[in-house]
């Protein structure tokens, strides 16, 4: 059974659309997290969420908008999309208390805004 | 605040010689590190996890990693490269004591390429 599972695994779409991504962990965790890996491969964390809260929010753009419906789901929406939107979007879990910061990580979903 | 520098972009090893891929850290207090590994068109995998117990830390798949606060560095090594190991390394700090939620801080990544 797969941990962390995003889906779609690769989006290939048009400037200006509206798209998603969804993610779901069956790990029990708290915490989860949207981090962005760009063309050079840099990872950088996006948002984090711990219990349906948002707790790390970053300098991304407001068109970037997670969605925490319960603990065990965490989706991205990216409305009208940029060609620098295109990167590989991971989404990670973790537990709370000891531990908390060992990052389960999902298998990424590729996005590439033509 | 804290970041690692990665020191090589690409490593190139032999199948059968010894890997060594170096990060500096730098951090106002003691840090978590880690070594998360990417294998092509993968998620990312944690290596091994530094948090001040041990300095020399053993990880999955033989490799390791040895903190060395006097020359803040945590570099991962393992004895004897396979051809599975060629993969994306990414050396990672983790900020202080949180409750809830980490924003890990990732080197820029160091390429293994494994030769036959």
Redesign the interface.
Known sequence: DTA?SQTPKYLVTQMGNDKSIKCEQNLGH??M?WYKQDS??????MF????KEL??N?TVPNRFSPKSPDKAHLNLHINSLELGDSAVY?C?S?Q?GAG?????????SRLTVL | AQSVTQLDSHVSVSEGTPVLLRCNYSSSYSPSLFWYVQHPNKGLQLLLKYTSAATLVKGINGFEAEFKKSETSFHLTKPSAHMSDAAEYFCVVSPPNSNSGYALNFGKGTSLLVTP
Do not use: P, Q
């Open positions: 962390v708290d915490t997290y050079k491969k840099f990872l950088k964390i984090s969420y711990n219990n707790i790390i970053e991971f990670a973790s709370a908390a910061n060992v990052l389960t990580f999902g298998a990424g």
